[in-house]
């Protein structure tokens, strides 16, 4: 035996190994856009409880089924928010019934979390219309890069929190400064809402949690630590758990103050948020009605169809989002113990819209769709009409039953259409 002859075994066991490595990565990491790949699932069932027993009732669903899948979402996918009550101050640093020419009031409201004066703060810009005869109905939504950058109006305070870093917006250094005011309006169209006759509670939503891995240093987690306790435990919060809070802390506000009617208070949310704004609505029913815009992976979109982001994918590139446990799914969405449509479930008997864009193919559109299609037999326990027997509508075609659903043109986004879309949606409802 010559000497490559003797190494041959060790050459092509070296290649066997590069070519599994090489061909499992790529399973891994290619996205599928590809419905004919979608692999067959079996969602878990939704109204069988643990037990086996069948729920048959809104009673059942609320007393036994709805605590479950509450509970499921909690220790293995958000993680649990604490129990914990900390110290909470509002206080109104400013008010101006001059705002958009004055058609609405401005407010700006910290938050002032725990007794450390130099402890997190959550700050709250609310504008009002001036315009009406009762308290008004509200959204609650969260921005991405501060509270001035919503809308163009030189008196909104410039977010204090670390920012991310967006050259398109002149934001260097993670610090906002005056070159981004209004750089989001697009995203909120603010003069529609007012003149609809809705408030608009806005919050930065780094104040609660900043969006980088930091094993949770920052943002408002430290405030619950247990003694000796450094990061959350498996099945505890992480960032979406963290914004998701905040917007209850938002509602707390709301429900103080007598021009807004907290009984009709909308959270919505895009993306990211919108798997926040999801979290929020499901563990705070005091939200009357929940909007998820472009929500995708861990929002509304089913995870068990692996189409466009995955469960592994965004585990890996936002290890912060969820708890911990949530990474033993990580490619094994077959395992997971609740799909999404559970989730839009747990809103039931709210109203609770869903938005995609036909672009998104990263969020699933379809994937959104289906989700309120299965959540549709919990709305049935109530006598009420979902999505159940839809077939996924064209675009510009909205649905606007206890669960609404639209897919619009364009990419991943906020626009005017889908704005409009969810005032004539929560209109419906609130009277
Ligand atoms: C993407 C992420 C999505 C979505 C989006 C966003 O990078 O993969 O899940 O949340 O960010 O928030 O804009």
């Avoid at 308290?135 to 890069?145: I, L, S």
């Avoid at 002149?170 to 169209?189: L, M, Q």
């Avoid at 979290?279 to 992976?297: K, L």
Wanted: glycine share 8%; net charge neutral.
């Amino acid at each position: 035996m010559n000497k490559v002859q003797s190494k041959l075994p060790a050459i092509m066991l070296c290649f066997i190994f590069v070519f599994i490595t090489r061909s499992s990565f790529a399973q891994q990491t290619e996205t599928n856009y590809d419905e004919s790949k979608v692999p067959t699932y079996t969602l878990p069932s939704l109204l069988i409880s643990q037990k086996g027993l069948e729920i048959t009732s809104a009673k059942e669903w609320e007393h036994t089924r709805r605590k479950e899948i509450l509970h499921l979402f909690e220790e293995q996918v958000y993680g649990k928010m604490p129990n914990k009550k900390i110290p909470i101050r509002f206080e109104i640093t400013g008010t101006s019934a001059k705002a958009l020419n004055g058609k609405a009031t401005r407010k700006e409201i910290t938050a002032h979390f725990g007794t450390n004066v130099n402890g997190p703060k959550m700050y709250i810009l609310l504008y009002i219309p001036n315009e009406r005869t009762k308290p008004a109905p509200a959204f609650v939504g969260f921005n991405f890069y501060g509270n001035h950058t919503i809308w163009n109006d030189p008196e909104i305070s410039l977010a204090r929190s670390w920012v991310s870093n967006n050259s398109n917006f002149n934001i260097n250094e993670n610090k906002a400064t005056e070159a981004s005011r209004g750089v989001r309006t697009s995203r909120w169209p603010l003069d529609k809402i007012i003149e609809r006759g809705y408030a608009l509670a806005n919050v930065y939503y780094g104040d609660l949690d900043p969006d980088f891995d930091d094993g949770f240093q920052n943002g408002i987690h430290p405030l619950f630590y247990q003694k000796g306790q450094t990061k959350p435990a498996a099945n505890e919060w992480g960032a979406i758990g963290a914004w998701a809070w905040g917007m209850g802390r938002v509602l707390d506000y709301l429900e103080q103050d007598k021009d807004i009617n907290a009984k009709q208070v909308a959270v919505m949310g895009h993306s990211r948020i919108g798997k926040a704004a999801l979290w929020a609505g499901a563990t705070d029913t005091r939200f009357a009605v929940v909007i998820s815009n472009n929500s995708g992976c861990g929002g509304a979109a089913l995870s068990m169809r692996r189409y466009g982001e995955t469960v592994g994918v965004i585990n890996k590139a936002f290890p912060h989002w969820f708890c911990d446990h949530f990474n033993q799914y990580s490619n094994h969405e077959n395992i997971l113990p609740v799909d999404q449509h559970m989730l839009i479930a747990l809103m039931a008997p709210r109203p609770v819209y869903i938005a995609s864009a036909e672009e998104d193919r990263w969020a699933d559109p379809k994937g959104e769709f289906l989700a309120g299609v299965y959540a549709s037999p919990v709305y049935k326990l109530y006598n009420l009409k979902a999505l159940e027997g839809y077939d996924m509508p064209g675009i510009h075609q909205p649905i606007m039953n206890t669960i609404g659903y639209h897919i619009r043109a364009g990419k991943h986004d906020v626009t005017t259409y889908d704005w409009e879309r969810y005032m004539d949606f929560t209109g419906k409802f609130f009277r």
